[in-house]
């Protein structure tokens, strides 16, 4: 079946540490990978995308994540956390549904910064 | 600026009252969808559209309803709410097939 399994619910860094989040993926064919992060009160926000080439790949906010398909994993880093980066991150796959691509959503990471 | 639209941002109703949930988007996107988003369930999707006047079922459709009857507007309906559908909603939007979603800032929605 697939699904994304996000092992982490809640993480608490140090303000100027380093972040990673992780994220597991089944999925039978190429996936289609994304994270999102979620402000308090705001919408959902795409923070980087892998679709094919360059298993690293950059985001917004300073975020990188990589794909690694012998580990069926997209993890989430950043070399060092601000404390506007406080939020709720999901990771997804997207997966072919009839005529849809249909996203497969990880139930988050709350991620608290500590000044 | 690229914007999805809801309104309103909370609702507070009672059970049965039949209320709409609008959602606009000035981005040209032919695809629109609406989730629900529940402590421990995560982001499921309830309908979606592929294109005008062309509505599909998504995982937990029950007890909604939607119309395109426009590109720009996926109004989400719920014609006898009950308070298991107190939730967040979100619409959201995207450009193509493999394209990332854009979502609006979100329905609180509580349902007594």
């Known amino acids: 079946a697939q699904s994304v399994t996000q092992p982490d619910i809640h993480i608490t860094v140090s303000e100027g540490a380093s972040l990673e989040l992780r994220c597991n993926y089944s999925y039978g064919a190429t996936p289609y990978l994304f994270w999102y992060v979620q402000s308090p009160g705001q919408g959902l926000q795409l923070l980087l995308k892998?679709?094919?080439?360059d298993t690293l790949v950059q985001g917004i906010k300073g975020f990188e994540a990589e794909f690694k398909r012998s580990q069926s994993s997209f993890n989430l880093r950043k070399p060092s956390v601000h404390w506007s980066d406080a939020a709720e991150y999901f990771c997804?796959?997207?997966?072919?549904?009839?005529?849809?691509?249909?996203?497969?959503w990880g139930l988050g990471t709350s991620l608290a910064v500590n000044p | 600026e690229a914007q999805v639209t809801q309104n309103p941002r909370y609702l507070i109703t009672v059970t049965g009252k039949k209320l709409t949930v609008t959602c606009s988007q000035n981005m040209n996107h032919e695809y629109m969808s609406w989730y629900r988003q529940d402590p421990g369930l995560g982001l499921r999707q309830i309908y979606y559209s592929m294109n005008v006047e062309v509505t599909d079922k998504g995982d937990v459709p029950e007890g909604y309803k939607v119309s395109r009857k426009e590109k720009r507007n996926f109004p989400l309906i719920l014609e006898s709410p009950s308070p298991n559908q107190t939730s967040l909603y979100f619409c959201a939007t995207k450009s193509s097939y493999n394209s990332p979603l854009h979502f609006g800032n979100g329905t609180r929605l509580t349902v007594t």
């Open positions: 997804a796959v997207g997966a072919r549904a009839g005529n849809n691509r249909k996203l497969i």
């Open positions: 892998y679709f094919s080439g």
